[in-house]
């Protein structure tokens, strides 16, 4: 080495705060621990057996995602003890949809400047998110990378992996008169995020100025947690009776519902069967959006759709009422294509 040799620190990448980074969350990690886990955090690669987890006979089901733009109210705000729960949400609530018990999350976590403190509060939101859904959160990366990178920003991604015993998979057996099943929002959730933070800014609107709908600040408001479904999904799949899942997302009811219906079935929404959050109200007017946009764009107040068979539903409906969900009868399968609306948001 000269006496003008250059480090990987002096590069702006620091191998002791990644390593400090991991030591902090191996507490959060394994306290997602769970059957069929087979190493601890850390290795080059993550082991989980399927058979240990109860499955003979396992078809495994993958999810990625990440949480949009979302992520810059986070950012801007310091507020980042939700955003990994919007993470892992935003996986499982896709995997429960298939039938798929979620079984393991890796995390991918990439910044400019690792800052350990920042670094830690997301990865412990992330490992909430995951004992929530009944998942281990088993392995991920930390990626420092200089240049990529404005300062203070960072990039998360997830992946999640979950089982079905072979033949279980959903959608399966959706019929004509089907009822539809539709579980309150915790809000916005993580879809939309570019429009909501356009309708902010057209509303003169900063992060810490008090929500016009909610007693907090609008960054707070907007960044409440999406709602995990996980649990009061499989306990409903696993009593009978679930034909479909849909999970309400990017797109909203309008192209994600579809989605899980057989080619001729399309789905029949009253729009009077559930209130309207206030935040989308809030939106609706800020912004001048009208009700085809607000459902083509965000979940609207209901966050998962199940169709179900309707000599079930009442007692599905139960089933997840005393699981805590807030549960609506939103309409019924029909013939045709799409999505048909009858009354108005409100």
Same mark, same amino acid.
């Given at each position: 080495?000269?006496?003008?040799?250059?480090?990987?620190?002096?590069?702006?990448?620091?191998?002791?705060?990644?390593?400090?980074?991991?030591?902090?969350?191996?507490?959060?990690?394994?306290?997602?621990?769970?059957?069929?886990?087979?190493?601890?955090?850390?290795?080059?690669?993550a082991l989980f057996d399927p058979k240990a987890a109860g499955y003979d006979d396992p078809v495994?089901?993958?999810?990625?995602?990440?949480?949009?733009?979302?992520?810059?109210?986070?950012?801007?705000?310091?507020?980042?003890?939700?955003?990994?729960?919007?993470?892992?949400?935003?996986?499982?609530?896709?995997?429960?949809?298939?039938?798929?018990?979620?079984?393991?999350?890796?995390?991918?976590?990439?910044?400019?400047?690792?800052?350990?403190?920042?670094?830690?509060?997301?990865?412990?939101?992330?490992?909430?998110?995951?004992?929530?859904?009944?998942?281990?959160?088993?392995?991920?990366?930390?990626?420092?990378?200089?240049?990529?990178?404005?300062?203070?920003?960072?990039?998360?991604?997830?992946?999640?992996?979950?089982? *079905?015993?072979?033949?279980?998979?959903?959608?399966?057996?959706?019929?004509?008169?089907?009822?539809?099943?539709?579980?309150?929002?915790?809000g916005v959730h993580s879809n939309g995020y570019s429009l909501v933070r356009k309708v902010a800014?057209?509303?003169?609107?900063?992060?810490?100025?008090?929500?016009?709908?909610?007693? *907090?600040?609008?960054?707070?408001?907007?960044?409440?947690?999406?709602?995990?479904?996980?649990?009061?999904?499989?306990?409903?799949?696993?009593?009978?009776?679930?034909?479909?899942?849909?999970?309400?997302?990017?797109?909203?009811?309008?192209?994600?519902?579809?989605?899980?219906?057989?080619?001729?079935?399309?789905?029949?929404?009253?729009?009077?069967?559930?209130?309207?959050?206030?935040?989308?109200?809030?939106?609706?007017?800020?912004?001048?959006?009208?009700?085809?946009?607000?459902?083509?764009?965000?979940?609207?107040?209901?966050?998962m759709i199940l169709a179900v068979a309707e000599d079930r539903a009442d007692a599905l409906s139960?089933?997840?009422?005393?699981?805590?969900?807030?549960?609506?009868?939103?309409?019924?399968?029909?013939?045709?294509?799409?999505?048909?609306?009858?009354?108005?948001?409100?």
């Amino acid at each position: 080495m000269t006496k003008n040799g250059i480090s990987y620190r002096d590069a702006g990448v620091d191998i002791d705060a990644g390593n400090a980074l991991v030591e902090r969350i191996k507490p959060a990690a394994a306290s997602t621990s769970r059957s069929g886990v087979m190493d601890a955090l850390g290795g080059f690669g993550a082991l989980f057996d399927p058979k240990a987890a109860g499955y003979d006979d396992p078809v495994l089901v993958a999810a990625t995602d990440g949480v949009g733009t979302k992520l810059r109210i986070a950012i801007d705000t310091g507020h980042l003890d939700g955003i990994g729960q919007d993470l892992v949400a935003m996986c499982v609530n896709d995997l429960v949809c298939q039938g798929a018990e979620p079984l393991f999350f890796l995390d991918y976590f990439a910044t400019g400047k690792l800052s350990v403190d920042e670094g830690a509060r997301v990865v412990e939101s992330i490992a909430r998110g995951c004992k929530e859904a009944g998942c281990a959160l088993i392995g991920g990366e930390t990626a420092e990378m200089p240049g990529m990178y404005h300062d203070g920003d960072f990039d998360l991604a997830g992946f999640a992996v979950g089982a *079905m015993q072979r033949g279980t998979a959903l959608p399966a057996n959706v019929a004509e008169g089907d009822v539809l099943l539709g579980l309150g929002s915790d809000g916005v959730h993580s879809n939309g995020y570019s429009l909501v933070r356009k309708v902010a800014e057209r509303a003169g609107l900063g992060w810490n100025d008090a929500a016009p709908f909610a007693d *907090m600040s609008l960054g707070e408001a907007l960044l409440t947690p999406t709602r995990v479904y996980v649990r009061p999904a499989l306990a409903a799949i696993r009593a009978g009776g679930v034909h479909a899942l849909a999970h309400i997302t990017g797109g909203g009811i309008t192209e994600n519902l579809p989605r899980v219906l057989p080619k001729g079935m399309a789905a029949e929404i009253d729009l009077t069967a559930w209130n309207l959050p206030p935040v989308f109200n809030w939106l609706a007017e800020a912004g001048g959006i009208d009700q085809a946009e607000m459902l083509k764009t965000f979940n609207s107040g209901i966050g998962m759709i199940l169709a179900v068979a309707e000599d079930r539903a009442d007692a599905l409906s139960e089933l997840l009422d005393n699981a805590g969900e807030r549960v609506f009868r939103i309409g019924k399968t029909i013939s045709g294509e799409g999505v048909a609306y009858s009354g108005a948001l409100a």
